[in-house]
């Protein structure tokens, strides 16, 4: 599949490697077109990737991630085009983590509403599908990582077949289908993106970002 | 040891139960001295079980627990007396959860504030103990209810002791040491009270009350 990935940070570079390594061909997308840490990323994930503007890159993925930090993402998303992402879906990673007011982060979209919302609300003609926001970049493709695997990752989104498409990628990244939760239209998004206050506090306390949630029935 | 209870609803009973059944003397404390929910729990409660105002039950606790709604706690504790919650662990099992804009409930204090901080505030001489207010009370006293009880229990305060007393007592509730996990001082209440969130949404989405969160490393 064509794959496009607006942001170049750690969580875009991460997902793009994986996704190249999975067969996919992925264009990270930055402001601008010759981005030095899409260049970078380019010469070293290999065959299959590429790199453009945030609307290059849109244009390019039949289905997109955002993986621009929340306080960016709509800019970010409006320069990628509402008519690039129209039709199709987008995976939003993202979470609007306020450092602004020192550490640790608030958050800037929370309690009666969510980025995830906003994306959806921007972008109505986009199928917003709400996952991998609360852990480490290096656990959402490797999930096995921590305790073989046997954890949870969660998805919040209005389109049941868009969902069902993200399992199947998230199921390609080594998520077994028990451990996906599909919490219900995108709304239930606050309830994810709401995990981070903890998860921030446990990385502080644990020393390390190498853990997840895991619900207990 | 003497314990007071703040508070008549469903987690004031079931704690109150489960002290008397290890033995304690519970005195369960509500607006008026003869509240029929108190009356009708220390009827079934049995001996060491017995009631009166919120400040009786506060003066009778060498420790206390406060059980009322998170959106009348300081009102409560204030009835209350500082003078008898003075120099005590206040193990605070509250949320702010606010139904008045319609449901899933939001939180009336959040993201950059919790209500385990305000009663910490509120009462300087205090210690103020977070815990139990991430999970149904059925499984506070019984954590072996679900996944033979491989699931964690959060505290957040800033006494050392006091949180180590309040370990002691989980424990004899049947939480495993390896389960509590001691978050840092009171404004890392901030993390556990936003769990509400997610688990308002996973008890809708499962039809149950009975799972809880466990932190996989």
């Known amino acids: 599949m064509k794959i496009g990935i607006i942001g170049t940070g750690i969580v875009g570079n991460t997902l793009g490697t994986k996704l190249v390594q999975l067969g996919h061909e992925v264009k990270m997308g930055s402001r601008t077109a010759n981005n030095e840490k899409a260049a970078a990323w380019v010469a070293t994930a290999g065959k299959g990737a590429s790199q453009g503007t945030f609307a290059d890159a849109a244009k390019f993925g039949e289905l997109n991630f955002n993986c621009t930090g929340g306080m ?33 982060p608030t958050l800037a979209i929370v309690n009666d509403n969510s980025i995830g919302e906003e994306i959806q609300k921007h972008f109505p003609e986009t199928k917003v599908v ?76 644990f020393k390390t970002p190498m853990f997840q949630f895991k619900i207990v029935r």
């Open 130 to 205: 709400k996952s991998l926001n609360t852990l480490n970049s290096n656990l959402m493709t490797n999930p096995n990582a921590v305790g073989g695997g046997d954890h949870d990752i969660f998805m919040n989104g209005n389109d049941a077949e868009a969902k069902q498409k993200v399992k199947e990628l998230l199921k390609s990244f080594g998520w077994k289908e028990e451990h996906i939760i599909d919490m219900g239209d995108i709304t239930t998004a606050r309830g994810t993106e709401q995990l981070l206050p903890i998860w921030i506090r446990l990385m502080g306390l």
């Open 72 to 104: 960016v993402s709509l800019e970010a998303l409006k320069a990628a085009g509402a008519e690039n992402l129209k039709g199709k879906i987008l995976i939003d990673v993202s979470n609007t983590l306020d450092f602004s007011k020192g550490m640790p």
